[in-house]
């Protein structure tokens, strides 16, 4: 039931882009994508809802295929501050109370 | 304020003693929820409220967790006779219409 993320980890260098994938077996209404530092609170990235798709902030953006309940989280030309772990969290089509279940995890290093 | 407020930000306590997290959501938003994060980054849906009542209890392990969400007062989470598998990082949200969480920055407890 929890959304399957990968990769699992990714280090690169600045300037350099990235892809994360979130993969789902329910159907789904939404995708959650927050980023978690260290012993930090994780913080919203971005939500898309079914039948749209919407566009983040700086040069992180997302997108959300429903037939296949998947998402991808598109970092582009990496910064340093882009290091953390990112988590999708999912909101079943079933569900209609916000609940959301959290995948493992990517962890994202950028190197200078 | 903007900021959702979790306190104590660490908690020890004895196998078997009692354990209360509170959080006081940011003004105006609607909906608290309760995630349970363990050491594998693992997140666990406990409980979420909207307004004072409940709104989807389902992760709540009932023999010993309870929560309340009363107005002019902090929500709380309170742990009856802990146990070391309740060791985590016990984080608050709260959202304005469920379209993406805030979240504080936890509460570390630590049972020995």
């Known amino acids: 039931q929890q959304p399957v993320q990968s990769p699992q980890a990714v280090i690169l260098r600045e300037g350099e882009d990235a892809v994360i994938n979130c993969s789902s077996s329910?159907?789904?209404?939404?995708v959650h994508w927050y980023r978690q530092k260290h012993g930090e609170a994780p913080v919203f990235l971005m939500i898309?809802?079914?039948?749209?798709e919407q566009k983040g902030h700086d040069k992180i953006s997302a997108s959300f295929n429903e037939k296949k309940q998947q998402s991808s989280l598109y970092l582009t030309a990496s910064q340093l501050s882009y290091s953390g772990t990112y988590f999708c969290?999912?909101?079943?089509?079933?569900?209609?109370?916000?609940?959301?279940?959290f995948g493992q995890g990517t962890t994202l290093q950028v190197k200078p | 304020g903007e900021e959702v407020a979790q306190t104590p930000k660490h908690l020890v306590r004895g196998e078997g003693q009692k354990a209360k997290l509170y959080c006081a959501p940011i003004?105006?938003?609607?909906?608290v929820f309760w995630y349970q994060q363990v050491l594998k980054n693992e997140f666990k849906f406990l409980i979420s409220?909207?307004?004072?009542?409940?709104?989807?209890e389902t992760g709540m392990p009932k023999e010993r967790f309870s929560a309340k969400c009363l107005p002019n007062s902090p929500c709380s989470l309170e742990i009856q006779a802990t146990k070391l598998e309740d060791s985590a990082v016990y984080f608050c949200?709260?959202?304005?219409?469920?379209?993406?969480?805030?979240f504080g920055s936890g509460t570390r407890l630590t049972v020995v």
């Open positions: 949200a709260s959202s304005l219409a469920l379209y993406g969480y805030t």
């Open positions: 329910k159907a789904l209404y939404s």
């Open positions: 898309l809802l079914k039948g749209g």
């Open positions: 969290g999912t909101e079943p089509s079933s569900s209609n109370t916000g609940k959301l279940i």
């Open positions: 003004k105006g938003h609607s909906y």
């Open positions: 409220f909207q307004n004072e009542n409940v709104f989807d």
